[in-house]
């Protein structure tokens, strides 16, 4: 047993640096996906594609690569919590998971906030709303465009998903009660999720039909990636059923600990299908029509699944996965993916020389298009938003994220049941 553990601790190192890879290739490819359309390599509405070949492969991304950041929250964060009904001991503390949650996200959301509406957006500011309600996130709402601030709708909307969690998880624990086998509370616990993924494909189908027009203030609600989310609370309980059982593993498990690598040809395929653009136009990136949305939505699913689930399973060995997301460079960029995926936008509004900073009103990307060269653009992005990343991870991110865990570590430690079942140290490392 000691030994058995041993070997488990021996892998975990390259366990997270894998998920840091990912998380890193993600980010990137997001930087690189809005990249080439601010550049004009990307095609958009009337206006080709200005390489049409880079652009076929770069759409193809679109929206594959956010895809497993709400699987990698969704699985790491759910797992203490699918412990707790699965193998019994004591609940999460629900106060801790979301001051931890709040830590991790918050602060460096605030900070791009305050950089975009004072530097950028300085001009538009019409009173304290105008400044608060991006701190509190709530532009996604009543949408309110901030100048490289685009992207970070989707923090307001995983913030939004930390809120549900515990909520599904109590769900979740209220349907597997009274059954003792947990093959079967685990299919209990599996409604609210296929409950929600319908829910999310219905929403992408409503907001994307024609009568709604092109980016309806409901687009940037965080319903429609509800399912990558519990998809990733899907697969967390797969693993603690691994844990439990691991004479008799699930056959998804089984399956991605001996064939890591088919299942990142299956992605590789899943991303090849989709940059034809299936009911679009390859290479453009123009608001997507019903057909196309839907299609993504499952495609996105597919993709995230069977790119992360061999990378959370410590004994799936493959030198070719180990090579592209293990390397030191892609462990370092995953520590820093979120403020790569935070600043990047901001980078070219400022390489771009627009917004209130530089005496101007911030202008609309699609009237920036093309005005720069993509090589020269896509350098000036990666340069800025990894300096502006590392310098957040390390001076605010990271102290607070460590000053609530000691707060949090302190709390739990005074209020432990001596019958608890703690975390195991993987999930403490993990979720921080």
């Known amino acids: 047993m000691k030994a058995n553990g041993a070997v488990a601790q021996a892998r975990q190192p390259k366990r997270l640096g894998r998920l840091d890879g990912v998380r890193a290739l993600c980010a990137l490819g997001v930087a690189a996906v809005h990249t080439s359309f601010a550049a004009g390599v990307m095609g958009a509405y009337t206006a080709k594609p200005g390489n049409e070949v880079l652009a076929t492969f770069l759409t193809g991304l679109r929206p594959l690569a956010l895809g497993p950041f709400f699987v990698l929250s969704g699985m790491l964060l759910y797992r203490p919590f699918a412990r707790w009904t699965l193998a019994g001991g004591a609940r999460p503390r629900i106060g801790t998971f979301l001051a931890k949650r709040l830590a991790r996200l918050w602060p460096a959301y605030v900070l791009l906030a305050l950089v975009c509406v004072f530097l950028l957006n300085y001009d538009a500011v019409d009173g304290p709303w105008y400044v608060l309600r991006p701190i509190l996130m709530l532009q996604v709402y009543d949408y309110t465009w901030i100048a490289g601030m685009d992207p970070a709708w989707t923090v307001p909307a995983e913030m939004q998903y930390y809120l549900a969690l515990p909520v599904l ?30 829910a999310s494909a219905a929403w992408t189908y409503w907001i994307h039909r024609p009568q709604m027009g092109m980016y309806p ?21 797969v693993h603690v059923l691994a844990e439990m059982k691991p004479n008799d593993r699930p056959a998804l498990y089984r399956v991605a600990a001996r064939r890591p690598l088919l299942l990142w040809g299956a992605a590789l395929a899943i991303y090849a299908v989709n940059c034809t653009q299936p009911f679009g136009r390859p290479g453009y990136g123009d608001y ?9 939505y499952f495609l996105l699913l597919a993709f995230s699944y069977v790119l992360v689930m061999p990378l959370s399973i410590p004994e799936a060995k493959s030198r070719v996965i180990d090579a592209i997301v293990a390397n030191p460079v892609s462990r370092y960029l995953g520590r820093i993916s979120y403020g790569i995926y935070l600043w990047h936008f901001a980078i070219m509004y400022f390489w771009f020389e627009t917004g209130s900073v530089f005496g101007t009103q911030p202008a609309l990307m699609q009237q920036l298009r093309g005005t720069i060269s993509f090589p020269e653009l896509m350098s000036a992005v990666l340069i800025g938003s990894i300096l502006a990343a590392t310098a957040s991870h390390y001076l605010l991110e990271r102290p607070v994220v460590a000053a609530v865990g000691r707060w949090a570590r302190r709390k739990e430690a005074a209020s432990a049941a001596p019958t608890a079942t703690p975390a195991t140290r993987e999930d403490q490392v993990l979720t921080r």
Do not use: C, N
Not at 176 to 193: E, H, N, Q
């Open 169 to 198: 998880a109590v769900l979740m624990h209220w349907l597997a009660r009274g059954v003792s086998d947990p093959v079967a509370k685990a299919r209990r616990m599996m409604i609210p999720l296929a409950v929600v993924t319908v």
């Open 217 to 237: 203030q409901e687009y940037w609600w965080p319903f429609a990636v509800g399912g990558a989310f519990v998809l990733g609370m899907a697969m967390a309980v």
């Open 288 to 296: 997507e029509g019903v057909g196309l949305a839907v299609t993504q």
